[in-house]
C-alpha cells in the first residue's frame, strides 16, 4: 500500500520563474492539503482540496494556486517565484471526515536563486 | 487566535524518558498531534489524541493532554538513539476541515 508520493524531490529555479509540484495521496484518501515548511520552521498550512476544488485557504498569496484531479491526485502551482518561496513542500493526505488523521509525503525541496 | 508553541531542545542519554511538551492556544481544537521528522524526510504520524481525552498510551508513546491548560505532552519511555528526530505538536482548530497548525518543532537528541 503506497503511501503519499511527491515529484520531484528536489528542484532549482530562479526568481520570477513558476514551478509545479505534484502529489499523490495515499490509497483510499480523497483529501490533499498543501504545506510550506521553511528552514528551521514548523509547516505552515497553504491550502487544502477535496473533491477537485479548494475549500480552505491559509495566509498565502495567490501566486500560490493548486489543482486535484479526479483520481484525487494534486499539483501545486507556484507563479513569480522569490527567494523567500524556497522551502519543503509538504503534501499530506487524508479521508474527508472527522478523526481522520492526515498522512504526508516526503517533500519536495525547492531552492530559488 | 491560532498558536503552537514548543521548546527547541531536548537531550537525553539512551534508555532514559524523554518529556516533550507543547501549548496551544485554540480551546476549539478537537484533535491534538504528534509527528516526527527525521532529516531530509517528511512528517511521520507518531500519535495524535481527541480533545475529550487526557491521556492515550501507545507503545512506549504517552500522549497527556491538560485541556484546561491547553498544555499537551509526549513520552518516550526507554528512548533510544533512533528516536534522534524533531517532534512536532500540532492542532486541529474546530473549523470543519482537517487543517493542522503546528509548532516550531522540538529537536531530541539522544546520547549513546
Known sequence: ?113 | GEDVEQSLFLSVREGDSSVINCTYTDSSSTYLYWYKQEPGAGLQLLTYIFSNMDMKQDQRLTVLLNKKDKHLSLRIADTQTGDSAIYFCAEEPNTGFQKLVFGTGTRLLVSP
Not at chain 1, 29 to 50: C, E, K, M, N, R
Open chain 1, 1 to 113: 500500500d503506497a503511501g503519499v508520493t511527491q515529484s520531484p524531490t528536489h528542484l532549482i529555479k530562479t526568481r520570477g520563474q513558476q514551478v509545479t509540484l505534484r502529489c499523490s495521496p495515499k490509497s483510499g484518501h480523497d483529501t490533499v492539503s498543501w504545506y510550506q515548511q521553511a528552514l528551521g520552521q514548523g509547516p505552515q498550512f497553504i491550502f487544502q482540496y477535496y473533491e477537485e476544488e479548494e475549500r480552505q485557504r491559509g495566509n498565502f498569496p495567490d501566486r500560490f494556486s493548486g489543482h486535484q484531479f479526479p483520481n484525487y491526485s494534486s499539483e501545486l502551482n507556484v507563479n513569480a517565484l522569490l527567494l523567500g518561496d524556497s522551502a519543503l513542500y509538504l503534501c499530506a493526505s487524508s479521508l474527508d471526515g472527522g478523526n481522520q488523521p492526515q498522512h504526508f509525503g516526503d517533500g519536495t525541496r525547492l531552492s530559488i536563486l
